[in-house]
């Protein structure tokens, strides 16, 4: 099994800047790609970016337009998501995402592909 546990999430001012982290423990998840989703009330859960294995290959929505940066490490077992000029409705409660496939060579931004979801952390953005 694996856990997976997200922290870092917050009350921020908009243009202000938060770090959220992801650990995992049980299964080592060093050999999967990890992805970021949010979820804002009364709307479905949406994908913000994913890293592979390695940590050399990134994607994201397009909505984050060069704000966010996903990063890894696979020694501490944690993904890392920096977002920086936040604005209101970047709001919502941010889930990290183990990937189903064993290093997957094209990163994936669907739900479905993710099997093991941490418990999420709120990050409120004011205006």
């Known amino acids: 099994q694996v856990q997976l546990v997200e922290s870092g999430g917050g009350l921020v001012q908009a243009g202000g800047s938060l770090r959220l982290s992801c650990t995992a423990s049980?299964?080592?998840?060093?050999?999967?790609?990890m992805g970021w989703f949010r979820q804002a009330p009364g709307k479905e859960r949406a994908f913000v970016a994913a890293?592979?294995?390695?940590?050399?290959?990134?994607y994201y929505a397009d909505f984050v337009r060069g704000r966010f940066t996903i990063s890894r490490d696979n020694a501490w077992q944690t993904v890392y998501l920096q977002m920086s000029s936040l604005n209101p409705e970047d709001t919502a409660v941010y889930f990290c995402?183990?990937?189903?496939?064993?290093?997957?060579?094209?990163?994936?931004?669907?739900?479905?592909?993710?099997?093991?979801w941490g418990q999420g952390t709120q990050v409120t953005v004011s205006s």
């Open positions: 890293i592979n294995w390695s940590g050399d290959k990134t």
């Open positions: 049980g299964q080592t998840s060093s050999n999967y790609a």
């Open positions: 995402a183990r990937d189903r496939l064993f290093r997957r060579g094209v990163l994936d931004r669907g739900v479905s592909s993710y099997d093991y």
